[in-house]
């Protein structure tokens, strides 16, 4: 026996197939199709069909099969199409298959957020530790009075420059995100938003910043007041190649709070970039009416 086990794309077929089956009891299926080559071919290795399956125009599948293909790969420690892996961390599907498939399954950092502690906190190793990289599961959100997201990770990291005017005992800091760290930070904020907190956005004053603030449910959006943005903003801060996302801004309907904002970008095309607004006393501005 030398063909290789299938590969993820099979086992996404026989997945899908094997939903279809329980309505129908068979399908009648394209042989060209990659994938439906894959499993016959891995099929006529393990003699559960005849040799000639893979060159027949179409091939009909029944659940009697798919039955004996999963026998067949669980006896040979394959990775199992009935085992549902897309949930499970790598480790733990080692447990279950010989085969590393490195498309299925939790990524390693897919549930992780870099998370910033309001106190720091003295190691046995002689140094401290502000900033964890932590599975956002594991954190007790009904602790935190507030979900505060930085985007930048230079102002993340120096966060103790900028003056932070926050009315909250309690908030969770944490990074937005880069591709490291993206997928945990949207799925925790999934989770935040139904806890009917404060979500506050801290980032750059341009076009893609408030954008974001404004179209992924954030509650606040730190800022200087007004009159301090008006004197430190200006059109280089603002670059050309998200002048496509005024238009959008425009049209949106804020909190009346954010409304002087609102218009200051759209029409004067001015922004202040994350970095510039260190020194300035920062304060959530309210985004929803």
Known sequence: ?????LSAQALRFLQQLQQRLNASGSERVNTSVKATQQVLLWCIEHELVPGNSNKLPHFTFSLALLKDIAVVQR???QACFLDDLSHSSRLNNANSSQQELKSIGLQPRQNRVLLRLNTVVD?????????????????PLAQFDALLIVENLDCFYQLDAFSLALPYQQPLIIYRGDALYSRGCKALKVAWLTQNKPLLYFGDFDAKGVSIALNEGYSAILLPDFTNLQQHASAAMLPDNQ???ITG??????????????QFLCQQLKGLRQQNMQGISLIPVNLLG
């Open 75 to 77: 006896k040979l420690q």
């Open 243 to 245: 002048l496509s996302f």
């Open 1 to 5: 026996m030398s063909y290789p086990p």
């Open 123 to 139: 190691t046995n190793l002689g140094i401290t530790a502000e900033f964890i990289d932590t599975n956002w599961q594991q954190l």
């Open 249 to 262: 801004i425009a049209a949106k309907t804020p909190a009346t709070e954010f409304k002087p904002y609102q």
